[in-house]
């Protein structure tokens, strides 16, 4: 099964920081952009972050610019999202998907379709 696989979630105090990992199961993310996404409880889903397949073009959401940083790690087949100074509106589940081809290089990439989606992991912050 093509899938993507989050981790890295859990419970975290205002102004504290969570890397996530994406990583790919069963093929290879090298020459895709990748994006990840968050949806918390009766809010539609939103566009966090998304990287580009050269890890060069990287784009954020206004709400988590200098404060989340995506990169990825093409031997580990691995994209992650450093979170810091995390907020209590940061609190969702977190999603990462392919947004894009070798070319595509994250324009309005929270609209995107997004492909192998995985089955996403919880990030709540709280005292």
């Known amino acids: 099964q093509l899938q993507l696989v989050e981790s890295g979630g859990g419970l975290v105090q205002p102004g504290g920081s969570l890397r996530l990992s994406c990583a790919a199961s069963?093929?290879?993310?090298?020459?895709?952009?990748v994006g990840w996404f968050r949806q918390a409880p009766g809010t539609a889903r939103e566009g966090v972050s998304c990287i580009d397949s050269t890890g060069g073009i990287t784009a954020y959401a206004e709400s988590v610019k200098a404060r989340f940083i995506i990169s990825r790690d093409k031997d580990k087949n691995t994209v992650y999202l450093q979170m810091n100074n995390l907020r209590a509106e940061d609190t969702a589940v977190y999603y990462c998907?392919?947004?894009?081809?070798?070319?595509?290089?994250?324009?309005?990439?929270?609209?995107?379709?997004?492909?192998?989606w995985g089955k996403g992991t919880p990030v709540t912050v709280s005292a």
């Open positions: 998907a392919v947004v894009g081809g070798t070319y595509y290089r994250c324009s309005n990439f929270g609209a995107r379709h997004g492909d192998h």
């Open positions: 069963g093929f290879t993310i090298d020459y895709d952009a």
